[in-house]
């Protein structure tokens, strides 16, 4: 495929402190293009953020936005949702630098806690902040 034929990549507004291992992810329903390997992202406090299509290929599948410390054993949570603005805008306050760490059972709905954690992040400000750069 040309590159004039490939699917736009997703713009995400990060901040410059997150550093983009691979972006992968595309405005596309194609199958080809929802594999596993969607993005990943690391955050200065040696946590991740990685985004992957289960099952990979398959239509009918769902986007998962997993949370892990230093090591993929030690994954905090997951968010499963087939919304591709609802990626980039949980991927985004994940990613946030302004994040606080609180419980917010209601305002990240569908988070699934792994190791019994019960910490997730908070929520960006309104007005975007100046100086974020894209993934």
Known sequence: MSPEEMPA??????????????????STNDPAYLTQDLLAIELPDRRYIDVGWFPEGDPNGAFTITVFQKTWDNREFEIETKDIDEVVNRVEILASDTVTWISLSNDLPN??????????YGTLPKSRRPGAVYA
Request: glycine fraction near 4%; avoid cysteine.
């Open 111 to 120: 988070i699934h806690f792994l190791s019994g954690t019960q910490q997730t």
């Open 9 to 26: 990549r997703v713009q995400i507004r990060l901040p410059r402190s997150a550093h983009v291992v691979f972006n992968h992810l595309f």
